[in-house]
Protein backbone atom coordinates (compact mmCIF):
# COMPACT_ATOMS: atom_id res chain seq x y z
CA UNK A 1 0.00 0.00 0.00
CA UNK A 2 1.80 3.03 -1.51
CA UNK A 3 1.42 6.26 0.15
CA UNK A 4 2.37 7.96 -3.46
CA UNK A 5 -1.34 6.58 -4.87
CA UNK A 6 -2.77 9.00 -2.79
CA UNK A 7 -1.21 11.85 -3.25
CA UNK A 8 -0.88 11.05 -7.21
CA UNK A 9 2.59 11.49 -8.39
CA UNK A 10 6.40 11.04 -7.17
CA UNK A 11 6.89 14.92 -6.69
CA UNK A 12 3.71 15.36 -5.00
CA UNK A 13 4.26 12.55 -2.69
CA UNK A 14 7.66 13.40 -1.50
CA UNK A 15 6.02 17.23 -1.08
CA UNK A 16 2.80 15.80 1.56
CA UNK A 17 5.77 13.58 3.11
CA UNK A 18 8.00 16.78 4.04
CA UNK A 19 4.86 18.39 5.26
CA UNK A 20 4.45 15.88 7.13
CA UNK A 21 7.13 15.38 9.23
CA UNK A 22 10.77 13.26 9.35
CA UNK A 23 10.58 9.20 9.19
CA UNK A 24 7.23 8.39 7.58
CA UNK A 25 6.68 5.31 6.79
CA UNK A 26 4.23 3.56 4.04
CA UNK A 27 2.56 1.31 5.95
CA UNK A 28 0.63 1.37 9.48
CA UNK A 29 2.47 0.95 12.45
CA UNK A 30 1.70 -2.46 14.34
CA UNK A 31 -0.85 -1.53 17.00
CA UNK A 32 -0.08 -2.56 20.38
CA UNK A 33 -0.86 -5.33 21.90
CA UNK A 34 -0.35 -4.39 25.35
CA UNK A 35 -1.47 -1.13 27.40
CA UNK A 36 0.32 2.25 27.34
CA UNK A 37 -2.18 3.05 29.99
CA UNK A 38 -3.63 0.30 32.08
CA UNK A 39 -7.23 -0.18 32.31
CA UNK A 40 -7.97 1.91 35.53
CA UNK A 41 -8.57 -1.76 38.35
CA UNK A 42 -11.46 -1.89 40.93
CA UNK A 43 -9.49 -1.33 44.19
CA UNK A 44 -7.36 2.09 44.82
CA UNK A 45 -10.09 4.40 42.12
CA UNK A 46 -10.63 7.67 43.51
CA UNK A 47 -13.96 9.19 44.16
CA UNK A 48 -14.00 11.08 40.13
CA UNK A 49 -13.25 7.39 38.87
CA UNK A 50 -16.09 5.68 40.56
CA UNK A 51 -18.47 7.98 40.01
CA UNK A 52 -17.56 7.60 35.94
CA UNK A 53 -16.76 4.04 35.89
CA UNK A 54 -20.42 2.83 38.11
CA UNK A 55 -22.45 4.53 35.06
CA UNK A 56 -20.10 2.43 32.50
CA UNK A 57 -20.09 -1.22 30.71
CA UNK A 58 -17.03 -3.20 32.17
CA UNK A 59 -15.40 -2.14 28.92
CA UNK A 60 -11.30 -1.36 28.66
CA UNK A 61 -12.50 1.64 26.77
CA UNK A 62 -13.83 3.35 29.96
CA UNK A 63 -11.17 1.81 32.26
CA UNK A 64 -8.12 3.62 30.27
CA UNK A 65 -10.12 7.13 30.27
CA UNK A 66 -10.73 6.87 33.93
CA UNK A 67 -7.56 8.09 34.18
CA UNK A 68 -8.92 11.37 33.59
CA UNK A 69 -12.48 11.33 34.51
CA UNK A 70 -13.03 15.28 33.79
CA UNK A 71 -12.03 15.01 29.99
CA UNK A 72 -14.30 12.54 29.87
CA UNK A 73 -16.98 13.55 31.75
CA UNK A 74 -17.11 17.07 28.94
CA UNK A 75 -16.61 14.69 25.80
CA UNK A 76 -19.51 11.76 26.85
CA UNK A 77 -22.04 13.70 26.02
CA UNK A 78 -21.01 14.45 22.77
CA UNK A 79 -20.18 10.97 22.40
CA UNK A 80 -23.47 9.39 24.20
CA UNK A 81 -25.37 11.46 21.25
CA UNK A 82 -23.68 10.67 18.64
CA UNK A 83 -23.93 7.07 19.14
CA UNK A 84 -27.54 6.73 21.28
CA UNK A 85 -29.25 9.89 20.06
CA UNK A 86 -28.56 11.47 17.01
CA UNK A 87 -30.80 11.26 14.24
CA UNK A 88 -28.89 8.51 11.80
CA UNK A 89 -31.01 5.15 11.72
CA UNK A 90 -28.75 2.99 13.64
CA UNK A 91 -27.46 0.56 10.37
CA UNK A 92 -26.28 4.17 8.56
CA UNK A 93 -24.68 4.69 11.81
CA UNK A 94 -22.92 1.30 12.27
CA UNK A 95 -21.89 1.35 8.70
CA UNK A 96 -20.20 4.96 9.26
CA UNK A 97 -18.22 3.83 12.29
CA UNK A 98 -16.92 0.93 10.88
CA UNK A 99 -15.60 1.99 8.52
CA UNK A 100 -14.17 4.77 9.79
CA UNK A 101 -12.19 2.35 12.10
CA UNK A 102 -11.31 -0.08 9.34
CA UNK A 103 -9.43 3.02 7.54
CA UNK A 104 -7.79 3.41 11.03
CA UNK A 105 -6.74 0.21 11.28
CA UNK A 106 -8.57 0.36 15.52
CA UNK A 107 -9.03 -2.88 15.67
CA UNK A 108 -10.70 -1.98 19.01
CA UNK A 109 -13.31 0.02 17.12
CA UNK A 110 -13.90 -2.68 14.86
CA UNK A 111 -14.38 -5.51 17.60
CA UNK A 112 -16.72 -3.43 19.60
CA UNK A 113 -18.89 -2.02 16.84
CA UNK A 114 -19.31 -5.42 14.46
CA UNK A 115 -21.10 -6.37 18.17
CA UNK A 116 -23.40 -3.12 18.11
CA UNK A 117 -23.95 -3.37 14.38
CA UNK A 118 -25.23 -7.13 14.54
CA UNK A 119 -26.92 -6.63 17.62
CA UNK A 120 -28.60 -2.81 16.93
CA UNK A 121 -28.94 -3.04 13.57
CA UNK A 122 -29.46 -7.16 12.70
CA UNK A 123 -26.18 -7.14 10.51
CA UNK A 124 -24.79 -10.30 9.49
CA UNK A 125 -21.16 -10.77 9.44
CA UNK A 126 -20.97 -10.94 5.49
CA UNK A 127 -22.39 -7.06 6.01
CA UNK A 128 -19.72 -6.02 8.43
CA UNK A 129 -16.82 -7.10 6.48
CA UNK A 130 -18.02 -5.82 3.25
CA UNK A 131 -17.60 -2.52 5.24
CA UNK A 132 -13.86 -3.30 5.09
CA UNK A 133 -14.16 -4.01 1.73
CA UNK A 134 -15.73 -0.64 0.54
CA UNK A 135 -17.85 0.63 -2.52
CA UNK A 136 -17.18 -2.23 -4.61
CA UNK A 137 -18.79 -4.91 -2.22
CA UNK A 138 -21.74 -6.11 -3.75
CA UNK A 139 -25.24 -5.45 -2.45
CA UNK A 140 -24.88 -2.09 -1.11
CA UNK A 141 -27.33 0.33 -1.93
CA UNK A 142 -26.32 3.44 -3.80
CA UNK A 143 -27.02 5.96 -0.77
CA UNK A 144 -25.21 2.92 1.44
CA UNK A 145 -22.42 3.44 -1.06
CA UNK A 146 -22.76 7.35 -0.72
CA UNK A 147 -22.12 6.93 3.37
CA UNK A 148 -19.08 5.09 2.62
CA UNK A 149 -17.73 7.03 0.25
CA UNK A 150 -18.45 10.13 2.75
CA UNK A 151 -16.19 8.41 5.65
CA UNK A 152 -13.69 8.07 2.66
CA UNK A 153 -13.52 11.84 1.75
CA UNK A 154 -13.87 12.88 5.20
CA UNK A 155 -10.44 10.61 6.16
CA UNK A 156 -8.19 11.22 3.30
CA UNK A 157 -9.58 14.95 2.06
CA UNK A 158 -10.86 16.44 5.10
CA UNK A 159 -14.43 17.34 3.27
CA UNK A 160 -17.25 16.01 2.08
CA UNK A 161 -17.24 16.37 -2.03
CA UNK A 162 -20.29 18.06 -4.08
CA UNK A 163 -21.25 14.54 -5.20
CA UNK A 164 -21.33 12.78 -1.70
CA UNK A 165 -23.24 15.94 0.03
CA UNK A 166 -25.84 16.78 -2.56
CA UNK A 167 -26.66 12.76 -2.72
CA UNK A 168 -26.63 12.69 1.44
CA UNK A 169 -29.26 15.38 1.28
CA UNK A 170 -30.92 14.11 -1.37
CA UNK A 171 -32.10 11.21 1.62
CA UNK A 172 -31.27 13.49 4.16
CA UNK A 173 -32.58 16.50 6.29
CA UNK A 174 -29.51 18.98 7.22
CA UNK A 175 -29.22 17.40 10.89
CA UNK A 176 -28.84 14.24 9.73
CA UNK A 177 -26.45 15.06 7.16
CA UNK A 178 -24.70 16.64 10.26
CA UNK A 179 -24.99 13.74 12.64
CA UNK A 180 -23.16 11.78 10.11
CA UNK A 181 -20.21 14.13 9.23
CA UNK A 182 -19.47 14.59 12.92
CA UNK A 183 -20.11 10.61 13.74
CA UNK A 184 -17.45 9.80 11.04
CA UNK A 185 -14.96 12.41 13.12
CA UNK A 186 -16.59 10.92 16.07
CA UNK A 187 -14.86 8.03 15.81
CA UNK A 188 -11.62 8.95 13.87
CA UNK A 189 -11.15 10.51 17.04
CA UNK A 190 -12.01 7.62 19.07
CA UNK A 191 -9.16 5.17 16.53
CA UNK A 192 -7.01 8.28 18.22
CA UNK A 193 -7.38 7.69 21.37
CA UNK A 194 -7.83 3.05 21.29
CA UNK A 195 -4.77 3.00 18.91
CA UNK A 196 -2.38 5.50 20.99
CA UNK A 197 -3.56 4.64 24.49
CA UNK A 198 -3.09 0.48 23.72
CA UNK A 199 -6.68 -0.18 24.33
CA UNK A 200 -6.84 -4.02 24.10
CA UNK A 201 -9.73 -6.19 23.44
CA UNK A 202 -12.21 -7.39 26.26
CA UNK A 203 -12.49 -11.15 26.74
CA UNK A 204 -16.24 -10.85 25.51
CA UNK A 205 -15.44 -9.33 21.60
CA UNK A 206 -15.36 -11.39 19.57
CA UNK A 207 -14.94 -10.19 16.27
CA UNK A 208 -12.02 -9.16 14.64
CA UNK A 209 -10.95 -6.49 11.85
CA UNK A 210 -10.59 -8.70 8.69
CA UNK A 211 -7.09 -10.12 7.74
CA UNK A 212 -8.24 -10.98 3.98
CA UNK A 213 -7.96 -7.38 2.52
CA UNK A 214 -5.62 -5.24 1.45
CA UNK A 215 -4.81 -2.63 4.25
CA UNK A 216 -6.11 1.15 3.64
CA UNK A 217 -4.21 4.32 2.60
CA UNK A 218 -2.49 6.02 5.11
CA UNK A 219 -3.74 9.43 5.28
CA UNK A 220 -1.97 12.47 3.82
CA UNK A 221 -2.48 16.30 3.31
CA UNK A 222 -5.61 16.93 1.02
CA UNK A 223 -5.42 17.96 -2.34
CA UNK A 224 -8.79 19.60 -3.10
CA UNK A 225 -9.31 23.05 -3.07
CA UNK A 226 -11.40 24.63 -0.01
CA UNK A 227 -15.07 25.88 -0.60
CA UNK A 228 -15.41 29.59 -1.71
CA UNK A 229 -19.12 30.19 -0.73
CA UNK A 230 -20.85 28.27 2.19
CA UNK A 231 -22.70 25.23 1.49
CA UNK A 232 -24.87 26.05 5.33
CA UNK A 233 -25.49 29.61 5.71
CA UNK A 234 -24.65 30.59 9.18
CA UNK A 235 -27.29 32.11 11.09
CA UNK A 236 -27.33 36.12 12.13
CA UNK A 237 -27.66 36.69 15.20
CA UNK A 238 -30.58 38.93 15.07
CA UNK A 239 -32.22 36.26 13.51
CA UNK A 240 -31.72 33.86 16.72
CA UNK A 241 -34.03 33.63 19.76
CA UNK A 242 -34.79 31.12 22.78
CA UNK A 243 -32.82 27.97 22.80
CA UNK A 244 -30.46 28.95 20.05
CA UNK A 245 -29.69 32.36 21.37
CA UNK A 246 -28.77 30.91 24.66
CA UNK A 247 -26.72 28.71 23.34
CA UNK A 248 -24.68 31.24 20.92
CA UNK A 249 -24.32 33.49 23.72
CA UNK A 250 -21.02 32.09 25.28
CA UNK A 251 -19.36 33.12 21.78
CA UNK A 252 -20.80 36.32 21.32
CA UNK A 253 -18.32 38.88 21.31
CA UNK A 254 -18.58 43.08 20.35
CA UNK A 255 -22.36 41.82 19.35
CA UNK A 256 -21.17 39.62 16.70
CA UNK A 257 -21.30 35.78 16.15
CA UNK A 258 -18.34 33.94 14.47
CA UNK A 259 -19.07 32.15 11.30
CA UNK A 260 -18.17 29.06 13.23
CA UNK A 261 -20.59 29.30 15.48
CA UNK A 262 -23.64 30.58 13.68
CA UNK A 263 -23.26 27.80 11.47
CA UNK A 264 -23.36 25.03 13.91
CA UNK A 265 -26.69 26.44 15.61
CA UNK A 266 -28.20 25.43 12.30
CA UNK A 267 -28.15 22.21 14.67
CA UNK A 268 -28.95 22.72 17.95
CA UNK A 269 -29.38 19.51 19.72
CA UNK A 270 -25.59 18.73 18.25
CA UNK A 271 -24.37 22.06 19.14
CA UNK A 272 -24.82 21.66 22.97
CA UNK A 273 -22.42 18.76 23.70
CA UNK A 274 -20.23 19.52 20.86
CA UNK A 275 -19.65 23.18 22.31
CA UNK A 276 -19.27 21.68 25.92
CA UNK A 277 -16.36 19.36 24.80
CA UNK A 278 -14.78 21.98 22.57
CA UNK A 279 -15.05 24.84 25.60
CA UNK A 280 -13.10 22.65 27.66
CA UNK A 281 -10.12 21.44 24.91
CA UNK A 282 -9.92 24.77 24.07
CA UNK A 283 -10.08 26.93 27.55
CA UNK A 284 -9.94 24.46 30.27
CA UNK A 285 -7.80 21.43 29.60
CA UNK A 286 -4.51 20.69 31.21
CA UNK A 287 -2.12 21.13 28.98
CA UNK A 288 0.20 24.46 28.50
CA UNK A 289 -1.21 27.00 26.19
CA UNK A 290 1.51 27.04 23.79
CA UNK A 291 1.50 23.13 23.51
CA UNK A 292 -2.48 23.07 22.86
CA UNK A 293 -1.92 25.72 20.07
CA UNK A 294 0.79 23.76 18.39
CA UNK A 295 -1.34 20.63 18.08
CA UNK A 296 -4.47 22.62 16.89
CA UNK A 297 -2.45 25.04 14.48
CA UNK A 298 -0.38 22.18 13.30
CA UNK A 299 -3.44 19.93 12.61
CA UNK A 300 -5.54 23.14 10.60
CA UNK A 301 -2.30 23.14 8.49
CA UNK A 302 -2.15 19.15 7.93
CA UNK A 303 -6.35 19.56 7.07
CA UNK A 304 -6.41 23.00 5.27
CA UNK A 305 -9.16 24.42 7.61
CA UNK A 306 -8.39 28.00 7.06
CA UNK A 307 -11.00 28.84 9.14
CA UNK A 308 -9.22 27.23 12.25
CA UNK A 309 -5.79 28.61 11.15
CA UNK A 310 -7.31 32.25 11.00
CA UNK A 311 -9.16 31.92 14.24
CA UNK A 312 -6.14 30.62 16.09
CA UNK A 313 -3.51 32.68 15.20
CA UNK A 314 -4.32 35.52 17.57
CA UNK A 315 -4.95 33.13 20.49
CA UNK A 316 -2.05 31.34 19.78
CA UNK A 317 0.16 34.99 19.96
CA UNK A 318 -1.56 34.90 23.54
CA UNK A 319 0.01 31.21 24.49
CA UNK A 320 3.83 32.53 23.85
CA UNK A 321 4.18 32.02 20.35
CA UNK A 322 5.85 34.77 17.96
CA UNK A 323 5.08 35.21 14.41
CA UNK A 324 8.41 33.44 13.09
CA UNK A 325 7.23 30.24 15.29
CA UNK A 326 3.79 30.60 13.59
CA UNK A 327 5.18 30.88 10.52
CA UNK A 328 7.02 27.80 10.89
CA UNK A 329 4.30 25.50 12.58
CA UNK A 330 3.84 25.04 8.72
CA UNK A 331 7.26 22.57 8.53
CA UNK A 332 6.32 20.59 11.07
CA UNK A 333 8.86 18.96 13.13
CA UNK A 334 11.56 18.62 10.79
CA UNK A 335 12.16 22.52 11.29
CA UNK A 336 15.32 22.21 13.40
CA UNK A 337 14.61 25.40 15.44
CA UNK A 338 12.24 23.69 17.30
CA UNK A 339 13.16 21.95 21.00
CA UNK A 340 13.04 18.17 21.66
CA UNK A 341 9.40 18.89 23.37
CA UNK A 342 7.81 21.34 20.83
CA UNK A 343 9.65 18.67 17.95
CA UNK A 344 7.39 15.78 19.63
CA UNK A 345 4.59 17.62 19.73
CA UNK A 346 4.32 18.53 15.94
CA UNK A 347 5.17 14.99 15.47
CA UNK A 348 2.20 13.69 17.59
CA UNK A 349 0.29 15.70 15.49
CA UNK A 350 1.64 14.54 12.08
CA UNK A 351 1.14 10.48 13.16
CA UNK A 352 -2.41 11.19 14.74
CA UNK A 353 -3.41 12.47 11.25
CA UNK A 354 -1.45 9.97 8.95
CA UNK A 355 -2.07 6.93 11.15
CA UNK A 356 -5.03 7.78 13.98
CA UNK A 357 -1.78 6.54 16.38
CA UNK A 358 1.31 8.04 18.25
CA UNK A 359 4.59 6.20 17.66
CA UNK A 360 6.27 4.67 20.76
CA UNK A 361 9.87 7.24 20.10
CA UNK A 362 7.28 9.98 19.87
CA UNK A 363 5.35 8.92 23.00
CA UNK A 364 8.18 8.89 25.16
CA UNK A 365 9.35 11.85 24.18
CA UNK A 366 5.91 13.44 25.45
CA UNK A 367 6.27 11.86 28.43
CA UNK A 368 8.99 13.55 29.56
CA UNK A 369 7.46 16.67 29.45
CA UNK A 370 3.85 15.40 30.28
CA UNK A 371 1.68 14.10 32.76
CA UNK A 372 -0.55 10.99 32.04
CA UNK A 373 -3.98 13.37 31.88
CA UNK A 374 -2.07 15.70 29.48
CA UNK A 375 -0.65 12.65 27.24
CA UNK A 376 -4.76 11.77 26.70
CA UNK A 377 -5.15 15.20 25.68
CA UNK A 378 -2.75 15.72 23.45
CA UNK A 379 -4.70 13.04 21.32
CA UNK A 380 -8.06 14.54 22.14
CA UNK A 381 -6.94 17.92 20.85
CA UNK A 382 -5.88 16.95 17.64
CA UNK A 383 -9.26 14.82 17.30
CA UNK A 384 -11.27 17.51 18.16
CA UNK A 385 -9.76 20.09 16.06
CA UNK A 386 -9.64 17.59 13.35
CA UNK A 387 -12.94 17.02 13.91
CA UNK A 388 -14.17 21.03 13.96
CA UNK A 389 -11.73 21.12 10.20
CA UNK A 390 -13.91 18.86 9.02
CA UNK A 391 -17.04 20.94 9.59
CA UNK A 392 -15.28 23.47 8.54
CA UNK A 393 -13.93 22.68 5.36
CA UNK A 394 -17.48 20.19 4.85
CA UNK A 395 -20.08 22.88 5.50
CA UNK A 396 -18.17 26.33 3.72
CA UNK A 397 -17.79 28.37 7.10
CA UNK A 398 -15.46 31.18 5.78
CA UNK A 399 -13.23 32.85 7.60
CA UNK A 400 -14.20 36.65 8.41
CA UNK A 401 -12.33 39.96 7.80
CA UNK A 402 -9.60 41.09 9.71
CA UNK A 403 -7.93 37.37 10.47
CA UNK A 404 -4.39 36.50 8.71
CA UNK A 405 -4.67 34.01 5.79
CA UNK A 406 -3.53 30.45 6.15
CA UNK A 407 0.22 30.11 4.47
CA UNK A 408 -0.49 28.49 1.14
CA UNK A 409 2.95 26.43 1.01
Known amino acids: MSFRTFVMGV???????????????????????????????????????????????????????????????????????????????????????????????????????????????????????????????????????????MVDEIRY????????????????????????????????????????????????????????????????????SRLATPRVKPIPLSELSGERLELVKPRIRDNKLPNLYGTLINHPKLYGPRAGFGTYIQRESLLPPKTRELLIMRTGWLIKAEYEWAHHVPIAKEAGLNDAEIARITKGASAPEWSEEYRAVLQAADELRRETFIADETWQTLAKYYNTQQMIEIVYTVGAYSMTGVAINSLGIQVEDGYPKMPKN
Open 157 to 224: DTKISDKTWNALRAKYSLEQTIDAMYTATQYQLVSMALNSLGVQLDPVLADRMPSDLPLPKLAGMPTS
Open 11 to 149: SAALLVATAMGKDMSDKFSPRLTEQRLPAIGKVGRTPEQEKMLASRADYNIYKTLAHHPTLYAKWSPLGQYLLNGSTLPARDREIVILRMGWLCQAPYEWSQHARIAKADAKMADAEVHAIAEGVKAKNWTDFERTLIN
